[in-house]
């Protein structure tokens, strides 16, 4: 049976519209004002928002660091997800030093089939770039891994210069795209190191050793690499001024970069670590939280468009996980939850306190990683054509976040009694609703997505 979306506003990324939405099978097979279909199911979403379903393109389930796993597998992760309004994940398949690429994305691949309830893509993170790398590019792409992961610290994933620039160049001939996680590694062990020999292992040590200047180098380091190899690269979750201003530095040179931040480095600030023992390390997580005027000027660049992506960086861990940090913070497990409540929190705090418009968060959340990460437009818009993934958000529903509500098996939330506006009511995950009335009703329904290359244009 169809399904016809009644009375809603359907939301894209350059307009907002009173439009009705046709359903066929997965399918959106019409839009527009008035549909009529006698057989259709006749759902009356008047003075709700409609929203393409929102895609987060950095999350870790499932992955082994820190001698710890992440709290959350795909089964609870993208169940977390998918009730925040996240119909597609991309995950990180992550390459041990001495094994394949080809091998490491089919070990994701069991990590994730059948346990999915969003559909879900992998990134390769590469932890070595050689010629057996190089081989099994072409394979890797087949297989629609388009994008992979670059680290610039820690040392079981750090890549050289050298090997940083053989993977840009491998990707130019594939026509692939690199994402790196920028710090630099050099002045976060000599600070950690002077941590060590003064006595000041506290969390609140956390942010002293990751300054936002480290960032900023690595940025600056890597689009020297990018210009060199002549590749457009994506700085992940950046976090800081400082980075944001050596971006804009390097694209007045004519560099090409994408960033993406997540709503921890928008909403919350550097004064937690202050916070005492457990309290404190709910928010370790790397780059660490930085400055309230960081907050404000990467708000300021989301509504410009100089950040294109809002993802999360969802890596969870239990306050148990984290407790082996608490007298030395860098044994702690750095990550947070998240994946539940970007969604909401980028309506409320950005939207709802006009920092951004409505149609630039449908962009940084579903049109821009759409495209970015070649699924547009299957994903990323409400279209005749396009997979029938839609987010109904109800405006006039205020609430608050807790971690009882809450399907990630990390046992707390960073965003622990924050009041919200509006509230996420229903989830179409091709066609077929997952989340009814703001309950998970059909689990384990999320399929596998090939993607190709990128075609967002800056």
């Not at 820690?154 to 920028?182: N, P, R, T, W």
């Given at each position: ?152 610290t820690y040392d079981l994933m750090k890549l050289s210069d050298e090997q940083l620039f053989s993977l840009m160049d491998a990707m130019k001939e594939q026509g692939g795209i690199v994402g790196v996680h920028c710090e630099n590694d050099g002045i976060i ?55 944001l201003k050596m971006v804009e530095q390097y694209r007045n040179k004519g560099c090409k970069v994408y960033v993406e931040t997540c709503p921890q480095y928008l909403l919350l600030d550097e004064g937690r670590y202050d916070l005492k023992g457990l309290e ?179």
């Amino acid at each position: 049976m169809n399904i016809l979306l009644r009375g809603g506003t359907v939301v894209s990324g350059s307009h907002s519209k009173n439009q009705d939405v046709l359903i066929s099978g997965s399918k959106i097979i019409k839009v527009g004002r008035f549909i009529s279909d006698k057989g259709a199911k006749v759902v009356d979403v008047s003075g709700k928002l409609l929203f393409p379903g929102f895609i987060d393109a950095h999350t870790h389930f499932d992955l082994e660091v820190s001698d710890t796993v992440t709290a959350d597998d795909f089964e609870s992760g993208t169940k977390a997800a998918v009730c925040g309004g996240t119909t597609t994940i991309i995950d990180f398949a992550t390459q041990d030093k001495n094994e394949s690429i080809n091998h490491a994305l089919n070990v994701w691949h069991l990590k994730s089939f059948s346990k999915s309830s969003c559909d879900y893509a992998f990134h390769m993170a590469v932890s070595n770039f050689n010629d057996m790398v190089k081989e099994d590019l072409k394979s890797v792409f087949e297989q629609g891994v388009t994008s992979f992961k670059a680290y610039m610290t820690y040392d079981l994933m750090k890549l050289s210069d050298e090997q940083l620039f053989s993977l840009m160049d491998a990707m130019k001939e594939q026509g692939g795209i690199v994402g790196v996680h920028c710090e630099n590694d050099g002045i976060i062990k000599s600070l950690t190191n002077k941590c060590r020999q003064d006595g000041t292992l506290s969390v609140a040590s956390h942010p002293k050793v990751r300054p936002s200047i480290a960032e900023a180098e690595a940025i600056s380091r890597i689009l020297s690499i990018a210009m060199a190899a002549d590749v457009a690269v994506i700085i992940v979750h950046l976090s800081s001024k400082d980075g944001l201003k050596m971006v804009e530095q390097y694209r007045n040179k004519g560099c090409k970069v994408y960033v993406e931040t997540c709503p921890q480095y928008l909403l919350l600030d550097e004064g937690r670590y202050d916070l005492k023992g457990l309290e404190g390390a709910k928010y370790v997580c790397s780059p660490p939280l930085r400055k309230k005027e960081d907050c404000a000027y990467l708000w300021k660049a989301i509504k410009s468009g100089e950040i294109q992506t809002v993802s999360t960086d969802h890596c969870s861990f239990t306050l148990e996980q984290k407790s082996v940090g608490l007298e030395d913070f860098s044994k702690m497990p750095n990550g947070m939850p998240g994946v539940e409540t970007r969604g909401i929190l980028m309506y409320t705090y950005g939207v709802c306190k006009r920092r951004i418009s409505i149609e630039q968060m449908c962009r940084v959340l579903c049109e821009n990683p759409a495209k970015l990460y070649g699924m547009y437009p299957k994903k990323g818009i409400i279209k005749a054509g396009s997979d029938a993934d839609i987010v109904v958000l109800d405006p006039k529903v205020d609430g608050f976040i807790t971690k009882k509500t809450h399907h990630s098996k990390a046992d707390y939330t960073p965003y622990e009694g924050v009041r919200t506006k509006g509230k996420i009511t229903s989830v179409y995950l091709r066609g077929m609703e997952v989340v009814k009335d703001g309950e998970l009703v059909l689990s384990n329904k999320g399929k596998y997505v090939k993607r190709s290359t990128n075609m967002l244009e800056i």
